[in-house]
């Protein structure tokens, strides 16, 4: 990946975090111009980034007005939770289908599981594409990621974005008999391509847990919890099949 498009990355980053009032499109344009990375982005692709934001910025907040969630969809989605945990202490297991839309999902993690979210992530999204597939974005602190992660240097895209960032990733879901395994499509950060190592390394640190030191690895399978047979990803709904 280029590093030249983190770096201009960052900066319309730093940009839109100013006041409107501070933010001069031309001396936007003149400061990025003479960056170090001028010879890797055209200036003409980098005022279509700048001029695009805004609308960029706006789809995106009319697509998640759009999606109505409620303290009512989150424990409706923890009351099917509940009911596939009781479910599960049966013996034998009854066979048992419980659909969750994508409302509810985005519902749960808005109310019920807000604080249990890990340190330095937050306003994660959740969308059912179909036939397995999910995309799916969540704010990172990348603040927080680097002072426990260190520098890598100058040649670590990463360390050329700073802020609150949104990641973005689509993949699918493939499960079968009580296990999972997630297959990365893409992912990005401010919109710029992010290789599969470094978003493994994200995930990585931010899945740790004292069971789990290392954290989540995309490339092994997992079990399903509460036996848990299958997970079908449909449009808009999900179908968890014990």
């Known amino acids: 990946m280029p590093i030249g498009d983190l ?4 900066s ?26 001028r010879n890797s982005m055209k200036l003409k692709e980098l005022r279509f980034r700048l001029y695009a934001a805004p609308l960029i910025v706006s ?27 009781k479910n599960a202490s049966s013996d034998p297991v009854r066979p048992r289908r419980t659909p969750m839309s994508e409302l509810e999902v985005a519902s749960y993690l808005a109310f019920n599981v807000k604080d249990k979210i890990p340190r330095g992530l937050t306003n994660p999204e959740i969308s059912m594409l179909g036939n397995g597939n999910l995309a799916g974005r969540v704010y990172v602190d990348m603040d927080e990621f680097k002072r426990q992660r260190g520098s890598g240097g100058l040649m670590d895209p990463l360390s050329y974005v700073s802020g609150q960032v949104p990641l973005t990733a689509r993949g699918t879901l493939r499960t079968r008999a009580g296990k999972g395994q997630f297959q990365l499509g893409s992912a990005e950060i401010l919109g710029v391509s992010l290789p599969k190592p470094i978003l493994q390394e994200l995930v990585s640190f931010f899945s740790r847990t004292p069971e ?6 995309m490339d092994e399978p997992f079990d399903l919890p509460a036996k848990i047979r299958e997970v ?11």
């Open 59 to 85: 789809l995106a907040i009319s697509t998640a007005i759009a999606v109505q969630v409620s303290r009512e969809q989150g424990d409706s989605l923890q009351r099917k939770f509940d009911e596939i945990a």
């Open 212 to 217: 789990r030191p290392r954290g989540f690895n």
């Open 12 to 37: 319309l980053s730093e940009i839109s975090r100013r006041p409107i009032s501070d933010t001069s499109f031309a001396g936007a344009l003149e400061a990025l111009d003479a960056k170090p990375y």
């Open 232 to 242: 079908a990803v449909n449009q808009g709904e999900s179908v968890i099949a014990q």
């Open 7 to 10: 770096q201009a990355a960052a």
